[in-house]
């Protein structure tokens, strides 16, 4: 059974415990960048068969029905779980309190769902997606049996065992939910394959850490985690509302196909950030066990900051100048409408990349609340753009989000100015080889595919010249870059490959 025992952190001038942080903080992100890795190649390649087997329109009712439970979820735990992650020293009674807090949570939230469902596909014009939102509410009744041993197992920096739990779950949701798909079950595979993988998962990581939940019922102690946990959950709220707002707005004044396109679209700018937040979770404890020493965090944000953009900039902005011919090539033609929309998005695809240290800082340092009203005001300003301007297409509210995104990143980057002091020319410095890689590929990938379309190229030729060959450009400058920042970055990526190695020759 996982330790009810409370784990603390050591004293924050220990320099040799500092040091080891360290160590361990890399140890945890080879595993989850081989968890990362691992679970995005499996994301990547069902999504692309499902998007194959299934019409956007498909995609568009379980993203409808997404919608509401992913609003919900935001209040899944109230905040407890990151309250153990970040509380300075635990007690048996915050892990019991922790448990039956989400249990109630989970339990009374899959109850309402199933309850305003009816009245939810009304408003959104769309029965169908009635009975998927009734099934999907059930993953709440499962959340409580995986909150407190991630949350240890998170704090402890061990990421090994969660890559253990997270693989099966992720090879289930791709059988499950393509076998149902060439079967002919249209959205319910998709549903199918969500209920599947959450319901291993929980399992599998029970199993692995052996954790069997109190069954005493308890709530001694979660006064001591309220309070973060309230921040925490505005924080998640807001983020919630800013990243699906826009969604809503879609669905409500167009249709399920238009959902269904902007939401591949989206995905399509996406899809780096989703591998780089996998490591997210390790900078949180790592950068909370540093919140007594702000010089420190403040160099280890630099560095990351370059780590994470300098091989993601150049990639996705190569893949915005060939989605023309890459987005049809590899999902189908039926996706082609949303091409323009995932060129607008690029930016929003770029800075989601950083925006995993740039909270982990932010809520290490206890700045909760600060972030929550920012992620509020940021969907509202979301919110009302995509309202008025989804009636002009789904290319129009790309822009408006656009926008949006720009002032909350910058309200966030004065928010990080203030924690640990890292200013704009701290940012300058941290991105300016990332910037200058991502440049070149950029003007190369611009020139070559030119020049293959005045040729008479078809589209898998022009689609290749535009990627591989600044996908070089780059790989040669972020080598030759003199910059120190950049040879550090080098140095990283070194260390976490040879990691990574060591971690695949042990299995």
């Known amino acids: ?242 990243v699906k707002v826009d969604y809503f707005a879609i669905g409500k004044r167009l249709n399920a196909d238009a959902l269904g396109l902007y939401t591949r679209a989206y995905t399509f700018v996406t899809y780096p950030s989703m591998l780089t937040s996998q490591i997210g979770p390790v900078f949180f404890p790592a950068f909370s066990r540093m919140q007594h020493d702000r010089e420190r965090m403040h160099s280890a944000f630099s560095r990351v900051n370059t780590v994470l953009s300098m091989p993601f900039f150049p990639l996705l902005t190569i893949a915005v100048v060939a989605a023309p011919e890459l987005i049809p090539t590899v999902l189908g033609e039926q996706w082609t409408p949303s091409v323009v929309p995932a060129q607008i998005l690029t930016f929003i695809g770029m800075c989601s990349i950083i925006g995993a240290p740039s909270g982990a800082v932010i809520k290490a340092t206890g700045r909760v609340y600060g972030e929550a009203w920012r992620q509020l005001l940021y969907g509202v300003l979301i919110g009302v753009g995509a309202w008025f301007a989804a009636p002009y297409g789904i290319a129009a509210v790309s822009v408006a989000v656009v926008g949006a995104n720009i002032v909350h990143y910058s309200l966030i980057a004065h928010l990080v100015w203030q924690s640990i002091g890292f200013g704009p020319l701290d940012y300058l410095k941290a991105f300016r080889g990332p910037l200058s890689i991502t440049a070149a590929s950029a003007a190369a990938a611009l020139i070559l595919r030119a020049i293959m379309i005045a040729a008479g190229h078809g589209q898998v030729v022009v689609l290749l010249f535009t990627a591989i060959p600044p996908l070089l450009v780059a790989l040669l400058l972020a080598i030759s870059l003199p910059f120190p920042e950049t040879k550090v970055a080098i140095h990283e990526y070194r260390s976490f490959y040879e990691r990574g190695k060591s971690l695949i020759a042990r299995r």
């Open 1 to 242: 059974m996982l330790s009810l025992d409370p784990l603390r952190y050591p004293p924050m001038n220990d320099k040799s415990m500092q040091e080891s942080i360290g160590v361990r903080a890399r140890r945890a992100a080879g595993w989850q960048l081989l968890a990362g890795g691992t679970g995005f190649g499996l994301q990547m390649v069902t999504s692309l068969v499902l998007a194959r087997l299934l019409m956007p329109r498909d995609f568009g009712i379980v993203a409808m029905a997404t919608l509401v439970t992913g609003l919900a979820t935001t209040f899944r735990d109230l905040g407890l779980g990151q309250a153990l992650v970040q509380r300075h020293e635990l007690e048996p009674k915050h892990l019991r309190a922790a448990f039956w807090g989400n249990a109630v949570m989970g339990m009374s939230i899959c109850a309402a769902l199933i309850l305003i469902a009816p009245w939810l596909g009304v408003y959104f014009k769309e029965p169908r997606m009635v009975p998927v939102l009734q099934a999907i509410a059930f993953l709440f009744v499962l959340s409580p049996f995986s909150v407190v041993p991630r949350a240890m197992l998170q704090r402890d920096l061990n990421f090994r065992t969660p890559f253990f739990a997270e693989l099966p779950a992720s090879l289930s949701y791709g059988a499950v939910g393509v076998t149902m798909a060439l079967l002919g079950y249209n959205y319910w595979s998709l549903v199918a394959g969500q209920l599947t993988a959450a319901f291993v998962r929980s399992l599998a990581l029970c199993i692995l850490t052996r954790h069997i939940p109190p069954l005493i019922p308890s709530f001694r102690g979660i006064r001591d985690l309220f309070s973060f946990g309230l921040g925490a959950t505005g924080v998640s709220l807001g983020h919630y509302i800013a």
